[in-house]
T-cell receptor, first 113, second 111 residues
C-alpha cells in the first residue's frame, strides 16, 4: 500500500521558472512532512520540512505548501537553477518524526538553460 | 562534524551468499535507520535502532537483520542473497526527532 503518492515522476523546467512537485498522503496520523533532495551517487539530504500546524513554510527559494483537509503537500522551487537538477522525494512520518519515514516515489527534476 | 559513513560503497555478491554492511552515524547520534532504494520500489524502510535496540521494523523478510553497537555504529546483514536484493542501501542517523542525515549508501549488486 503506497501511503505517499508523488507526482510528477519527472519534470523539466526552464531556468528561472517555478518547479512544483506534489504529494498526497493517506494516513492521518502522519504529522511530519519533509522533502529530500538527492543527487546521483549521494544519499538524500533534507531540504525543508513542515508540521501540520502551519499551512506554509518558506526557506530561501524553497516553499512547502500544506493542505491538511486535502491531505496534500507540495514543494515549490522559485527561480529554479540548473544546480537544482536532482531527484526530489517527499516523505511523511508519525510522532513528529520519531518514527520511520515513508517516502514518495520521487521526482526527477531537470532545469534547462 | 563528519557525516554518516557507510562501508563498503560498492559490493558484488552472488545469489545465496550473505553480506554485511556497516554504518557509522554522526557523532552523538543514537538512532540509526536503514533504507533500501531501488528504481522500482523507491525508498523503503528496513529497520531502526536506538541504543542498541531495534525500535522499528519495516516489511522485509527475516533474511534482513541488523544490530547496533554501544558506540551507535550499526551493521545490517542480508543472508541467502536473491537477485532482487540488488539495491542501494542507505543508512541514516538522527539525534532525536526530525532530521535524518543520510549516508552515501552501499550499492549492492547480486549476480
Amino acid at each position: 500500500q503506497q501511503q505517499v503518492k508523488q507526482s510528477p515522476q519527472s519534470l523539466i523546467v526552464q531556468k528561472g521558472g517555478i518547479s512544483i512537485i506534489n504529494c498526497a498522503y493517506e494516513n492521518t496520523a502522519f504529522d511530519y512532512f519533509p522533502w529530500y533532495q538527492q543527487f546521483p551517487g549521494k544519499g538524500p539530504a533534507l531540504l525543508i520540512a513542515i508540521r501540520p500546524d502551519v499551512s506554509e513554510k518558506k526557506e530561501g527559494r524553497f516553499t512547502i505548501s500544506f493542505n491538511k483537509s486535502a491531505k496534500q503537500f507540495s514543494l515549490h522551487i522559485m527561480d529554479s537553477q540548473p544546480g537544482d537538477s536532482a531527484t526530489y522525494f517527499c516523505a511523511a512520518s508519525k510522532n513528529f518524526g520519531n518514527e520511520k519515514l515513508t517516502f514518495g516515489t520521487g521526482t526527477r527534476l531537470t532545469i534547462i538553460p | 562534524k563528519a557525516g554518516v559513513t557507510q562501508t563498503p560503497r560498492y559490493l558484488i555478491k552472488t545469489r545465496g551468499q550473505q553480506v554485511t554492511l556497516s554504518c557509522s552515524p554522526i557523532s552523538g547520534h543514537r538512532s540509526v535507520s536503514w533504507y533500501q532504494q531501488t528504481p522500482g520500489q523507491g525508498l523503503q524502510f528496513l529497520f531502526e535502532y536506538f541504543s542498541e535496540t531495534q525500535r522499528n521494523k519495516g516489511n522485509f523478510p527475516g533474511r534482513f537483520s541488523g544490530r547496533q553497537f554501544s558506540n551507535s555504529r550499526s551493521e545490517m546483514n542480508v543472508s541467502t542473497l536473491e537477485l532482487g536484493d540488488s539495491a542501494l542501501y542507505l543508512c541514516a542517523s538522527s539525534f532525536g526527532a526530525d532530521e535524518q542525515f543520510f549516508g552515501p549508501g552501499t550499492r549492492l549488486t547480486v549476480l
